[in-house]
């Protein structure tokens, strides 16, 4: 019989890494899973300026791995692979994946999001040929050339910030004739020489030979389409959930996110979500942690309620 | 994996006959960062088959722009000297997805 754990973490961001971190802590042996990179969305930010305590020239990747490190000196174990699936019909739950699977006592889902596409014509075929997601990423590319960010959030506005940096000239393309990012924010974009906005302007098309050219423009306004050179377009019109693969296992809302109550509990007992895949009104860092702390510290009142304090046999 | 940069890839990726795997990384890509290990453990197993090479586009950004690369990660074919298939984006760049774009070229 293969090991039991008491929480089976999957996604190695923020908010898992929190997890790990709280239940390590309270003496349960956990792992954390993750197919991909680890410190989530927040690893492809360098502007963390907003996560208390992270001053002097925070950054994403550094913020992450500090966290990752933290959970990792308590005991959290940490796994790259792949979630394919679940099985939560018995009391001891199973993670199935990529490279074999994982039981445990409770499974804290915390898989995050991911950037939604814009569904403009020409997108999907200059994606990496200057359609870009991630400004950390790409923003070097770019360096005394002229970019497009679409969007009107936190991302948006601060990432056009970050893209400054390279970039001679960032044009922000918003639907509305406002922004929704923090006024903080939006108060330092504004005092940017090198930044300007097209309000009530949605991107029709991104088109290029090869690669990008400019995109044709509609104000919805007034209806006019105009065209626009540009070398690059930089792609914030929000996040999707991660949750096809606990699609149809807990309750999700009409986007996808996963509905759970205030101690994270999802519609299946011992089953938890944490941080940006669960339906809430502010998607950050610092309430990815929280969710994290708060659903690890439920896992164990969960385990204490459920499980008698027996040692479950293990394969040692 | 053999680092390319302006001054080799000529020699090594656009004048090599048969087919060659370019890795396009960067040093702020941390989803480029997080693939390296993968792609050095295919470059094990696989290197023998298939010529694995890996680009910093940081300190070659020219190179990258002319070879149509603005985007990372990016994995691009190369089969003598013409680039014949390539993938982008971290989504879609997986280990997985490297190691079946490889076994299509061995």
């Known amino acids: 019989m293969s090991k039991i754990y008491d929480v089976a973490i999957v996604g190695g961001g923020p908010a898992g890494l929190s997890a790990g971190l709280y239940a390590s802590r309270a003496k349960m042996s956990a792992i954390i899973i993750e197919k991909g990179k680890w410190g989530g969305q927040a690893s492809t930010t360098e502007e963390l300026e907003n996560y208390p305590g992270s001053v002097e020239h925070p950054t994403g990747p550094k913020v992450t791995e500090r966290m990752k490190l933290q959970a990792e000196a308590f005991g959290t174990e940490c796994l790259k692979d792949e979630v394919i699936g679940f099985d939560f019909l018995e009391k001891i739950k199973v993670v199935k994946l990529a490279k074999g699977e994982i039981k445990a006592k409770t499974v804290i889902f915390a898989a995050g999001a991911q950037p939604m596409l814009l569904g403009a014509p020409g997108e999907i075929e200059l994606r990496g040929k200057g359609v870009s997601y991630c400004a950390t990423c790409d923003a070097d590319f770019f360096t005394e050339l002229e970019v497009v960010a679409i969007g009107g959030g936190d991302a948006a506005v601060e990432e056009s910030i970050y893209l400054t940096k390279f970039a001679e000239k960032v044009t922000i393309v918003h639907r509305r004739d406002e922004f929704r990012a923090a006024k903080s924010i939006v108060e330092k974009a504004m005092q940017n020489d090198k930044i300007q906005v097209i309000w009530n302007t949605v991107v029709e098309e991104i088109y290029g030979d090869g690669i990008v050219e400019g995109i044709k423009m509609k104000n919805v306004q007034t209806g006019e389409v105009t065209d626009f050179k540009t070398d690059g377009v930089f792609v914030f019109v929000g996040t999707k959930p991660i949750t096809e693969t606990i699609k149809g296992h807990v309750e999700l809302d009409a986007k996808g996110y996963i509905i759970a109550d205030e101690e994270m509990r999802t519609s299946v007992e011992g089953v938890f979500a944490a941080g940006d895949v669960r339906v809430k009104s502010l998607r950050q860092v610092v309430t990815a942690c929280a969710d994290g702390a708060i659903a690890a510290v439920n896992a164990e009142k969960y385990i204490e309620k459920n499980f008698e304090h027996i040692t479950l046999p293990d394969a040692k | ?106």
Request: with cysteine; net charge negative; hydrophobic share 35%.
């Open chain 2, 1 to 106: 994996m053999l680092d390319v940069t302006k001054d080799n890839f000529e020699a090594e990726v656009l004048q090599t006959s048969g087919a060659v795997l370019v890795d396009f990384w960067g040093e702020k890509c941390e989803p480029c960062k997080a693939l390296m290990p993968e792609v050095h453990k295919l470059a094990e197993q696989y290197g023998d088959k298939l010529k694995m090479c890996k680009l910093n586009t940081t300190e070659n950004r020219r190179l990258a722009i002319s070879q149509k690369v603005l985007g990372l990660p990016t994995f691009i074919i190369y089969k003598d000297g013409e680039k014949i298939k390539e993938i982008s984006g971290a989504e879609n760049c997986t280990p997985e997805s490297i190691e079946t774009l490889i076994k299509e070229f061995i």
